[in-house]
Every structure is written in C-alpha cells, then in structure tokens.
T-cell receptor
C-alpha cells in the first residue's frame, strides 16, 4: 500500500524550460513533505521541504507547491539545467520517519 | 565531516550465505535509518533507531533480516540466509529530530545475491 505515489516514472524537459514533478499521498496525518534528488551510484540528497501548514516554499530555482485538499504536491524547477537530470523522490513524514515514493527520472534535453 | 559512511560499496554473495552491511552515521545525529531501494518498490524503510534504540522495525521483510546499533557511531544490517530477491541497494541515513531538513544518506551498498 503506497502512501506516497509518483505516477510518472520518467519525464523529459528541454533545457531552460520548466520541469514539473508531481506527487500524491494518501495519509492525511503527514505534516512535512520533502523532495530528494538522486544521481547514479550516490545516495539521495535533500532538496527542499514544505510544512503542511504552508502551500508554497521556494528556494532558488526550486519551488514546492502543496494542495492539501487534493493530497497533492509538485516540484517546479525553473529554468531546468543539464545538472538537474536525476531521479527525484517525493517523500512525506508524520512522525520521525520519512516515507518515499518510487521516484521520477528527469531528463533535461539540450 | 565525512558524511554517512557505508561499507562495503558492493557485495556479491551466494544464496544462503550471511551478509552484513555496515553504517557509520554522522557524529551527533540521534536518528539512524536503513532503507532498501529496488525497481519494483522504490525506497522502502526497513527500520530506524533513536539514540541507539530500535523504534520501528515494521518494514523489515522477514526474520532473515536483523539490525543492531550497539553504539552511537555504528550500525549493522544482517541478512541470514540471503536469497536472490534480497538483491537491492541498501541505504543508511542519519539525522536529528526536525524532518523539515531531511536526513543525510550514505552512498549505499549494492547487494547482489546469486
């Protein structure tokens, strides 16, 4: 039973355009949501997070939007750069542990 | 700070053998997590510790899996006996309370059971 779902296994975006990665969750008790980025042969690295009391958090080129009523969050990357090509994991937390989705592989095209 | 250190980076073993994965968390971190990554299931939480005490092991797939944290600077994940379906990348992560900053992951151990 997947509590955090990333329904798009992969996404291709032109360099310079906006990348939008989506995530859905089922547990209304989650109070923090996070995005991690992973390169091959490395561990996931923390990218950005948002508290459930907010609907938007921005950090440079990265913005996370949260829609609690729809149990949906998204990560926007503007503008997309070649170094953004990686697997992005959506994650959620309701206590001390973090539950991850299966990930979306983002390809930035030249 | 060397980050979270996992060893070995790669492990190939025969079915039925015992496998031990090791993790050294970042000094000062109170929480330690073991995750497993597979294509089918993504990143799944196996077990986590707080101040060296196991808090939640509900993700441990079977009794063949066990984890220990004898002190604040060392943890092991053991599989005995190993099976081909255990082949995956195993990650260790550590951090302090305050999930909004996430936890720091090691580089992982790629386990192949043949």
């Amino acid at each position: 039973d997947q509590q955090v779902k990333q329904n798009s296994p992969s996404l291709s975006v032109q360099e310079g355009r906006i990348s939008i990665l989506n995530c859905d969750y089922t547990n209304s008790m989650f109070d923090y949501f996070l995005w991690y980025k992973k390169y091959p042969a490395e561990g996931p690295t923390f990218l950005i997070s948002i508290s459930s009391i907010k609907d938007k958090n921005e950090d440079g080129r990265f913005t996370v939007f949260l829609n609690k009523s729809a149990k949906h969050l998204s990560l926007h990357i503007v503008p997309s750069q070649p170094g953004d090509s990686a697997v992005y994991f959506c994650a959620a937390s309701g206590d001390d542990k973090i539950i991850f989705g299966k990930g979306t592989r983002l390809h930035i095209l030249p | 700070d060397a980050g979270v250190i996992q060893s070995p980076r790669h492990e190939v073993t025969e079915m039925g053998q015992e496998v031990t994965l090791r993790c050294k968390p970042i000094s000062g971190h109170d929480y330690l997590f073991w995750y497993r990554q597979t294509m089918m299931r993504g990143l799944e939480l196996l077990i986590y510790f707080n101040n060296n005490v196991p808090i939640d092991d509900s993700g441990m797939p079977e009794d063949r899996f066990s984890a220990k944290m004898p002190n604040a600077s060392f943890s092991t994940l053991k599989i005995q006996p190993s099976e081909p379906r255990d082949s995956a990348v195993y990650f260790c992560a550590s951090g302090n309370k305050g999930r909004f900053n996430g936890y720091t992951f090691g580089s992982g151990t790629r386990l192949t059971v043949v």
